[in-house]
Each structure stands twice: as C-alpha cells, then as structure tokens.
C-alpha cells in the first residue's frame, strides 16, 4: 500500500536475489497500488495487456511470496490473494481484511484498527496468519 516507483521495485528485486523482469515490476506495481489484495485472477486480467501469460503470473506471484515481498492472505473462500508484504514490520503486513458477506468484495483494513500483536494473549499460545472481519459492504 505504500507508493513505490518502479526504480524501488527493481531495487527490492535484486536485493531478494530475484531478476527484475519487467512482468515482476509490473506485478509488484499492479500490488502497491491496490487497495485490496488480489487473487492470480486478477493480477492475470490486469497484466494480459502487457503481455504476460497466466503461467508467468502464477510462477511469479510464488517466487515473490518465497522473496517475502508478497504475503498472501486466503479470506475463507479458499482465492490466494496477494498484496505486497511489509518488511520492515512482518506484525504490520498482518493488518486486518474485510470480507463482504453478501457481494465477496474484499478490502484492507489499517492495522490501528486491530492489530495482529492484540491476539498475543497471556496463556495462550496462538500465532496470527489473518484477521478476517466480515460484514456488509456499502453497496450491499
Ligand atoms: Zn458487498
Ligand atoms: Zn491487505
């Protein structure tokens, strides 16, 4: 959700060890500047006027969430969703999502809101990997 140019992108490629392909800037824009995270679905519909098949969509969305630029996020409906991953902070990428009960529209929520460190409770053990809140959306 952060606005980085594309000269970061390439920069935060490298530094992974991954080759900055065009294909992979362009993902990595596509994600920055979404206010949701998106499914292989829908980074493919967006990037096919680039060029960019499917199968190179889905091989790069993986090598980017192995690269920890990504972090995906399944919402209940069993979609791999993307979204750019928050290095300097891993708690901040766990911000919460919203999940329209009605039309499945899904959106990010700012971690002030809820936070993933709230769930760090006295006894109990527990690691957070999503922090869904369903409801219903303003156009349902
Ligand atoms: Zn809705
Ligand atoms: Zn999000």
Redesign the pocket.
Known sequence: ?NDFSPAVMKTLLKQAGLRATPARIATLTLLSQSS??LSHAEVSAELKNLGVDKTTVYRNLNDLVGANLLRR?ELGDHIW?F?LANHHDEACSL???FVCIDCGDV???DEKYLQARDFQLENQNVTVKEILVRGHCNNC
């Open positions: 959700m949701k995270p996020a969703r979204e911000h919460p999502h959106f990010c929520i």
